[in-house]
């Protein structure tokens, strides 16, 4: 007994109990200033706070939205940006930046219409940031989309913007301009291809038809409502017969 109990008391030291420690926000003579949290070593960086251009990571520039990319707006570029708007803004914004998107018509917040004065001409590193860090209702998609990515849609943006508000003067010089109508028709499209539309403000109407939407195409006459429905038959309890409606 007396053995094992001699064995017992050697796992009893305070050795570690009362180790030579710092505690933090206390002080300590160790060091000349008396603080025992140490500045960080010079160049020392945080996990996950590597951003070697501020720029790229933040889209300010000394406090303020910069207008430009960090880097070149190829035809790449501008396709993973069309792709990664599909995914993630279209829900909300439509797929032509309108603010329209099916969510927001279904009782959503009201998104941002891409395509007022103000966004036209607001910075790129306005859409950047917003992405970044969410603007009113909108949430943020840092954790979504990477950097790069939402660079990327931010290229698309304009290209949409510009595509929505092109004036010829956009056009190079030297450059040839057709009507998209005359185009149209030279492919062996009907005239009512290029003509103007627009899409739904607050919902898509259109008749049913075996229980699908049918909706009527740009420059074509509404399509007559069926003349007759088929009655849906509604379930009951068992044993009852079914009704109709």
């Given amino acids: 007994m007396a053995t ?29 200033d ?20 501020s720029y790229f990571a933040t889209g300010l520039v000394d406090g303020k939205e910069g207008d430009g990319l960090p880097f070149a707006a190829t035809a790449q570029v501008l396709a993973r940006g069309q792709e990664r708007f599909n995914v993630y803004c279209t829900p909300c914004h439509s797929r032509v930046g309108n603010g329209e998107g099916m969510i927001v018509q279904r009782g959503y917040s009201k998104a941002g219409n891409l395509h007022t004065a103000r966004l036209r001409t607001a910075p790129l590193g306005h859409f950047f940031h917003v992405i970044t860090n969410g603007y009113g209702s909108m949430p943020d998609y840092a954790s979504q989309v990477t950097p790069a990515d939402r660079w990327a849609i931010v290229a698309y943006i304009r290209a949409l913007q510009l595509s929505q508000n092109a004036q010829r003067a956009d056009v ?27 899409l739904p403000a607050t ?11 049918v909706l009527p195409t ?16 509604k379930p009951t309890t068992p044993g009852a017969a079914p009704q109709q409606q």
């Avoid at 070593?41 to 706070?49: D, F, I, K, L, Y």
């Avoid at 919902?203 to 939407?213: A, C, F, K, N, P």
């Avoid at 420059?219 to 429905?229: C, L, M």
């Fill in 203 to 213: 919902s898509v109407t259109g008749t049913t038809d075996g229980g699908l939407m």
């Fill in 172 to 198: 190079p010089s030297g450059a040839r301009v057709e009507s998209l109508k005359n185009i149209a028709e030279s492919e062996g499209m009907p005239a009512s291809f290029a003509e103007e539309w627009k």
């Fill in 4 to 32: 094992l109990a001699l064995a017992a008391t050697i796992g009893c030291r305070q050795d570690m109990h009362d180790q030579p420690k710092f505690f933090p926000q206390r002080g300590t003579t160790f060091y000349a």
């Fill in 218 to 233: 740009p420059g074509s006459a509404t399509p007559s409502a069926p003349a007759a429905e088929k009655p849906v038959t």
């Fill in 34 to 53: 008396g603080r025992s949290v140490r500045p960080q070593v010079a160049n020392t960086v945080g996990r996950n706070q590597l951003h070697e251009d």
